[in-house]
């Protein structure tokens, strides 16, 4: 275990004491506490660049100040010059807050980032056929065993809904990676499904549970299609592929006839 040795009072503390060391360029916030919050509860999400990478074997570290608990991504510039981010967490720098930024440098790599790791608009036919197809499989996957393993149900279950609200923000395009503020939109914009929601959660009835989860999943893809229906044939689609109605009806034929 290593030791946390460090004495500061505050967050802001720490920040002024990032700003001194020459090799950091820049200092960004995201998640829903600045700097300056000491309050208790929940914890501090910062990335500190630096102008040249620090290590290939960690990119970040977790500790303590004055009780918060802080999680700090160490990245260099580098990290923001490839096409498209190496993991989805750095896609939270598409909406964070400059705190410290040496010579504009900060200010420049987040600007590249907001055209070159965007996250498009429009649902792509791979996303599409995908959340249809996985969707309902993750039903089929409960539907006639749900007793079999209650325990591993629940938690299959559960599991699950996680992916359904992924999807449903990709759908809506909501921010990536915020559960908390994908309810709040469910609870403000769509009364329905988040009253089915509350009904997975409140109660401890298996299958209640299951229907509630089947609920979620038919009124989260309403927009795409719904899922993927038992006289459908949904086609596995390259990265970039398209929908094209009359190849794949041609396909069909040539395996089916």
């Known amino acids: 275990m290593l030791k946390d040795t460090n004495s500061f009072d505050d967050i802001e503390s720490f920040i002024e004491h990032l700003k001194k060391k020459k090799d950091i360029v820049g200092i960004v916030e995201y998640g829903g506490r600045t700097y300056k919050d000491m309050s208790i509860g929940g914890d501090y999400d910062l990335t500190v660049i630096f102008n040249k990478p620090i290590s290939n074997n960690f990119t970040g570290l977790?500790?303590?100040?004055?009780?918060?608990?802080?999680?700090?991504?160490?990245?260099?510039?580098?990290?923001?010059?490839?096409?498209?981010?190496?993991?989805?967490?750095?896609?939270?720098?598409?909406?964070?807050?400059?705190?410290?930024?040496?010579?504009?440098?900060?200010?420049?790599?987040?600007?590249?980032?907001?055209?070159?790791?965007?996250?498009?608009?429009?649902?792509?036919?791979?996303?599409?056929?995908?959340?249809?197809?996985?969707?309902?499989?993750?039903?089929?996957?409960?539907?006639?065993?749900?007793?079999?393993?209650?325990?591993?149900?629940?938690?299959?279950?559960?599991?699950?809904?996680?992916?359904?609200?992924?999807?449903?923000a990709r759908i809506k395009n909501l921010e990536i990676g915020k559960p908390k503020v994908h309810l709040n939109y469910i609870k403000d914009n769509d009364p329905e499904l988040f009253n089915i929601i509350n009904q997975l959660y409140s109660t401890n009835d298996l299958d209640i549970q299951f229907e509630m989860l089947k609920k979620c999943a038919n009124h989260m893809l309403l927009d795409i299609g719904g899922l993927w229906a038992s006289d459908e044939v949904l086609f596995h689609m390259a990265l970039d592929g398209k929908n094209i109605d009359a190849e794949q009806k041609d396909f069909i034929k040539l395996l089916f006839e």
């Open 62 to 168: 977790h500790f303590h100040i004055a009780g918060i608990p802080v999680d700090c991504m160490i990245l260099s510039v580098d990290d923001f010059s490839s096409e498209a981010p190496s993991n989805p967490f750095l896609l939270v720098h598409l909406n964070c807050t400059i705190i410290f930024d040496r010579d504009g440098i900060t200010k420049n790599i987040l600007e590249s980032i907001k055209t070159t790791w965007k996250v498009p608009e429009d649902l792509s036919d791979f996303e599409n056929n995908m959340f249809r197809f996985i969707s309902k499989h993750i039903i089929d996957k409960l539907q006639y065993r749900l007793h079999e393993n209650e325990l591993y149900s629940k938690y299959f279950i559960f599991s699950s809904f996680n992916w359904y609200l992924e999807c449903y």
